[in-house]
């Protein structure tokens, strides 16, 4: 079974600052792929950025990238120059790699993030 | 991408009653899915929706309760039955292209049952 474990149920950042939330993972699976996804409050969910776990470069999407230590089994976010818009629910996700397409979804507890004036 | 819909938004239900949630989406996908998110809780799966078949459902989640259709690719609905206010959530439909890993979500229900 997967599990997605995000320590930081809240996080507060400063508009124009970095701000890095944390995800770890646990898996018996050797091909999968990993996601962060954005929730604001309209609750639609967005996806923010994803990694290829085969893929050793660390995935990046303008202001978001992301730390992947496949190793430890770790998946951080960084925001560079947090914007008001950037306040939402955050999941780590975690999927399996299927043979046609697109997998279930194993989510994280998610971190609130504020972004503040 | 996939744009994807749903109806209704929000509703208010009566213990004991049904509601039935209708998912579209604007192209032909392989995968659909259907989560549900309790208040302040993460995303948990119910059940992937398979077309022309029934659906898999996730442990912890039966047909009885939740059954759900697909009559085609680009459609899918999801009745909660006989509800509760354990049932009260937000209830989220996503959908994966087929060439493609990544899944699209619909904007959410939001049921809360009285």
């Known amino acids: 079974a997967q599990t997605v474990t995000q320590s930081q149920p809240e996080m507060s950042v400063q508009e124009a600052e970095t701000v890095t939330l944390s995800c770890t993972y646990d898996?018996?699976?050797?091909?999968?792929?990993l996601f962060w996804y954005k929730q604001p409050p309209s609750r639609q969910m967005i996806l923010v950025i994803r990694q290829e776990a085969y893929k050793q470069q660390n995935a990046t999407e303008n202001r978001f990238s992301v730390n992947f230590q496949k190793a430890a089994k770790s998946f951080s976010l960084k925001i560079s120059d947090s914007q008001l818009g950037d306040t939402a629910m955050y999941f780590c996700a975690f999927m399996k790699r299927g043979r046609g397409g697109a997998n279930n979804l194993f989510f994280g507890t998610g971190t609130r993030l504020t972004v503040i004036p | 991408s996939a744009v994807i819909s749903q109806k209704p938004s929000r509703d208010i239900c009566q213990r004991g009653t049904s509601l039935t949630i209708q998912c579209q989406v604007d192209s032909q996908v392989t995968m659909m899915f259907w989560y549900r998110q309790q208040p302040g809780q993460s995303l948990t799966l119910i059940a992937t929706a398979n077309q022309g078949s029934e659906a898999t459902y996730e442990s912890g989640f039966v047909i009885d309760k939740f059954p759900i259709s697909r009559p085609n690719l680009t459609f899918s609905t999801l009745t909660v039955s006989n509800m509760s206010p354990e049932d009260s959530s937000i209830y989220l439909c996503?959908?994966?292209?087929?060439?493609?890993?990544?899944?699209?979500f619909g904007p959410g229900t939001r049921l809360t049952v009285t």
């Open positions: 898996t018996s699976e050797s091909n999968y792929y």
């Open positions: 996503s959908a994966g292209t087929p060439r493609s890993y990544e899944q699209y």
